[in-house]
């Protein structure tokens, strides 16, 4: 087949979405088929979509539409769901329902994903998102947890919605409770963190996350609405039970049998108490976790195959 995907891969270093395309497009193209990036080609099969807003080249859902109208009636457009909009883009949310509307096909995340994007139709599927190779390359064995609870957490985006107000406030409600934590916070961060207690660094590459992450006893994530969350992913897959919020979306999906999810600042070290008290068996499930993003691109590659 020929097969347009809308994002094209980049070299250097850049994130896990950027490895999705990648990995895609060589799978592809060792089964034979022939990957195109522009819709200058009147014999396109199918279209990949990773995202339906317009690309570098102005590209964008809408163009896919206009090829099926006028070029090619045939043509397939699986649409893979990624963001939602939920963290300060409500323009985006209605675009994704609109788009699904008019796909063959759609990939959900998961099943928060599809529940928020309110999609009824029968022409999809689930597949979750998976963390890069190397996070599970310096994950290590069971051991005692540190006198002091080492937790962290890393984000990009600095919306709101991340949870860093709960942050702010986690050491100082742990202390309350009788639980001694230091708590480290790398990624971007609003101006609010920095006259806290938490040990702040600045954004960091996978290569440098995947080392420092193992490092650590806790993962814990305070972060809502993710339709695919990636961070918490790579936490597990670091070996790090997880502390993680119920309002979280996708996330409450990933976590199960990995940690405990709590639904306030009230409830909130009673979560870690349960994690710090069945530590043992949630480390040995996270050490047990091995799925890789070449796990989710083989699940793409057979539903753009059928």
Sequence with gaps: MKIHINRKPVSGPWGGGNKTVQCLVENLSDMGHSIVFDL?????????????????????????????????????????????????????????????????????????????????????????????????????????????????????????????DIYKLLNNNLKEHGIESEFTYIGRYPKSLESSDIKLVDPKDSDFLSKELPNHDIYFTASLEEAGANHVLEGIASGLPVVFHNGGGSIVEYCEGY????????????????????????????????????????????????
């Design 40 to 164: 200058n080609h009147p014999d396109i099969d199918t279209v990949f979509c990773f995202d339906p807003r317009p690309n570098s080249s102005g590209i964008w859902y809408q163009t896919f539409l206009d090829y099926k109208s006028r070029v090619n009636p045939k043509l397939k457009i699986i649409q893979r769901v990624g963001d939602v909009g939920t963290h300060g883009k409500p323009e985006l949310t209605s675009l994704v329902k609109s788009s699904v509307e008019y796909s063959d096909y759609i990939i959900f995340p998961s099943i928060w994903a599809k529940n928020y994007i309110e999609y009824s139709g029968n022409n999809f599927s689930v597949i979750r998102n998976r963390p890069l190779n190397k996070f599970h390359k310096y994950k290590r064995k069971y051991k005692k947890l540190s006198k002091k609870i080492k937790i962290v957490t890393h984000h990009w985006s600095t919306n709101s919605k991340k949870g860093f």
């Design 259 to 306: 940690g405990k999810g709590f639904s306030s600042t009230g409830d909130l070290h009673y979560s870690f108490q349960e994690v710090i008290k069945n530590f043992k068996r949630y480390k040995e499930n996270c050490m047990a976790y091995n799925c890789t993003i070449e796990d989710t691109v083989s699940e793409y590659a057979s539903i753009i195959c059928q």
